[in-house]
Each structure stands twice: as structure tokens, then as C-alpha cells.
């Protein structure tokens, strides 16, 4: 091949190497303040969950279970997170508002957390190693001794009405919260959040 041609099959390689470069470039990630709200698809997303907690935390803090059991007790009441239910159409996490009512009601002073079943078996594993532990001295020996129960527990859902047209719809959302005394099975506070998002030219189907 002359040099001619061997310069113009050289050429050639190099822009098809550039606009392959071009086109596979990776995506485009902006830090932003974690407080602020955006939707992509218009589905649940941590907006949401931040307004829920939000809302919810004045309600329970103003309930007139607080009073009464601190008036009864003299003690702050201690809460176990039950079931929350998803009965929506969407795999959201219920964690995010979860753990944020719990951080802020602890912080508050007012209401203490008891570990939730999903941490208790490994509590349990470590306290009995602690025994073994103190029985050769190694730990102090009321090890269990502090362990208490909870007074209350917290249960709700999450639910769902969804109306929808072609690409437009209307998704809303409710957030039920209760806390039901384990003495008496009476629910001694309950908790509403609402929703609402208006989403136009969407291809999803909520």
C-alpha cells in the first residue's frame, strides 16, 4: 500500500477511535445537598420519606400517651419497632423514615428504642458469651441483668392509591403509624402522613 493510502487508513482508525471514546463515555454524577428534593420516575424516594418523618415526629412527641405514661411511670417509655407493611405497588424501603423518627424521638429525650427483632438474636449470642465470659471473671457478671422490655410497640403500612391515564398520574401515598401498649394490647397513639405526586408524561406504569 502506498504511503498515501497507509496515512488515510491511519487517519481513519483515529477518528473511529475518538468517536468510540466519545460515545462511551460514563455518566454524569453531581453532589448535591442530600436535603434536596428531585424525581426521576416520580416514584417514592428518600423526599418522601424525609417529609414523612418529618410529619410524623410532632405527632407522636404531642400525643397523650407521653404524658400519661410519664405521669403513671415516671419513666420514659421504651419502644420496639414492629411490622411495618409495604402495601404499595412498589418495592420502597420503609428504613429510611423509620430510622430517622427513631433518631429523632431518642434525641429528643422523651422515648427510648428497644432493639427490634432483627438485631436480638445476635444481642443474645453476645450476652451469652458474656456469661461464659463472667463466669472465669473475664466480665463483669450482670452482663443481663439491665435487659428490659418494651412498653409499646410500633406497627403500620404503607399504602397506595394510584390514578393513571396513558402517561400522566396521580400516585398517593399514606403512612399509618400506631403504638399498641404490650400490657394491654390498647393502641395509644396513632400517626397519619399524606403524599401526593402528580406525574405527566411518564412511561412508567405505577
Known sequence: ??????????????????????????PKVQNVD????GYVSGRWNDSDAQAVADELVPQALDGVWLEEFHMKHGDKPRVVIGQIVNETNEH??????MNEMQRVLINSGSVRFVADESVRASLMKEVDFQRDMAKGGGVAP????GVRGADFMMMGTVSQ????ADRDAI???QVDLNLIDLRTWEKVWYGTAKRKHLVSGSNIRF
Not at 92 to 97: A, E, G, I, Y
Not at 161 to 164: F, G, M, R, T, W
Open 1 to 26: 500500500m502506498s504511503r498515501p493510502g497507509i496515512r488515510l487508513v491511519l487517519l481513519a482508525a483515529a477518528i473511529g477511535a475518538l468517536g468510540l471514546a466519545a460515545g462511551c463515555g460514563g
Open 34 to 37: 442530600p436535603a434536596t428534593e
Open 92 to 97: 420502597l424501603s420503609v428504613d429510611v423514615f
Open 142 to 145: 450482670d452482663v443481663d441483668q
Open 161 to 164: 392509591i394510584v390514578d393513571q
Open 171 to 173: 400516585v398517593f401515598y
